[in-house]
């Protein structure tokens, strides 16, 4: 009994030799500190180490005091970022961690130093330099997120959604109050808005918001001339003068007409090419508003600039024939009345106001005379 139970007992052991050893892991520890390029420590930002072999990360926190440590890293190659607010300020390649500790201090001033020895630039051209890249990436972030809000706000309105449109053009404006763009966008969907505004309260601060608006775009366009002189190309007037029609638009609708014609007549000046159409528009407000002398001399000015455009006759003719007088039961217009109408029919015999001019000419018992050739108007009856 006593040799079996001695035999027992090695066997026993010898499963227990068996067992394979359980081996640590050896780690090593790393810590630094973080100064900005003042040499002020750079706390609260974020020391990432990352292994290149396997993509293991550690993510790491810097003290008040710049400072960061940790244990339990497992050695290897490793890039180390540091980064504040999601921005990195620098990074290191190829770090080196062992079973020991590591040391790897971020000195801003001190790597500055070494870019800008490297790029054969000064320390302060090299600050300059990130400067720079950091203004850019900011501008270039900024503008991202105001075409992301311009098309949200062209997709409302083209929905119909003017409102929502408006609400998104007016945060836009919000987040970057410096750019014409912007306000004439602002402008474009609230005087949209106004238009199908039920509520005669809500429609006039439409009306008004969307003067303002429009004004702030043409300020800031003619700031941007004013402080340098070579921006004023033939493009960037033509868009001056579009805001100051479309604030001319605004203004008329809001009841501001003298303001309304002196912004169609700055967009002339502006944008000479453009001219005729602006000078219309100018037309249409003193016709509007029964102003007749000033309508027909605005629809000349319009003829002027280009003389094909057929609508400007008739309403040259229109306001012309306001000018009428009676003689007996006979109405007499002015002279060039006539010639007003026939001259719109002869480049619009078809046109929308093909009738009522052949009826104009009628009640002035005038003929038709075009190129397209004659015949006698209706007379009116005695």
């Not at 763009?181 to 918001?209: H, I, N, P, R, V």
Request: charged share 25%; net charge neutral; proline share 3%.
């Amino acid at each position: 009994m006593k040799k079996y139970f001695v035999v027992a007992i090695l066997v026993g052991l010898s499963a227990l030799c068996l067992v394979p050893q359980v081996v640590a892991q050896n780690t090593g520890t790393v810590k630094g500190v973080c100064k900005d390029a003042d040499g002020k420590p750079i706390a609260e930002a974020q020391v990432e180490w990352m292994n290149t072999d396997n993509g293991r990360k550690y993510e790491l926190k810097t003290t008040k005091k710049g400072e960061y440590f940790s244990l339990g890293i497992v050695p290897g190659k490793y890039k180390v970022t540091l980064s504040k607010d999601g921005k990195e300020l620098y990074h290191f390649t190829g770090v080196a961690v062992s079973g020991d500790e590591t040391v790897l201090d971020f000195d801003m001033k001190k790597e500055q130093a070494a870019q800008a020895q490297g790029a054969g630039l000064t320390p302060e051209q090299m600050k300059q330099r990130q400067e720079q890249e950091v203004k850019v990436a900011k501008e270039n972030a900024t503008i991202k997120t105001l075409n992301e809000k311009l098309a949200a706000a062209k997709q409302a309105a083209e929905a119909g959604d003017f409102n929502t449109a408006k609400n998104t053009m007016a945060d836009a404006t919000q987040a970057d109050p410096t750019r014409d763009l912007l306000w004439a966008k602002l402008g474009e969907y609230t005087l949209s808005a106004a238009s199908k505004e039920t509520d005669a309260d809500a429609k006039k601060k439409d009306l008004t918001d969307a003067v303002a608006d429009y004004e702030k775009a043409v300020d800031l366009k003619q700031k941007t001339f004013d402080a340098d002189p070579a921006k004023k190309t033939p493009d960037a007037s033509k868009v001056l003068a579009q805001y100051y029609n479309n604030l001319g638009q605004a203004q008329s609708k809001a009841g501001q007409t003298d303001d309304a014609i002196k912004s169609y007549e700055a967009a002339a000046q502006f944008d000479p090419t453009g001219a005729a159409q602006y000078y219309f528009n100018e037309g249409a407000v003193y016709t509007n508003t029964g102003k007749v002398d000033d309508a027909i001399v605005a629809f000349d000015k319009t003829i002027a600039a280009d003389p094909n455009r057929a609508d400007a006759y008739y309403w040259k003719g229109v306001n012309m024939i306001g000018k009428a007088t009676l003689k007996g039961d006979k109405m007499v217009a002015p002279d060039g009345t006539a010639e007003a109408f026939n001259k719109y029919l002869e480049l619009q015999p078809n046109g929308q106001f093909a009738e009522p001019a052949k009826q104009m000419l009628a009640s002035i018992g005038a003929s038709i005379e075009t190129s397209y050739g004659t015949k006698k108007a209706k007379q009116v009856k005695k």
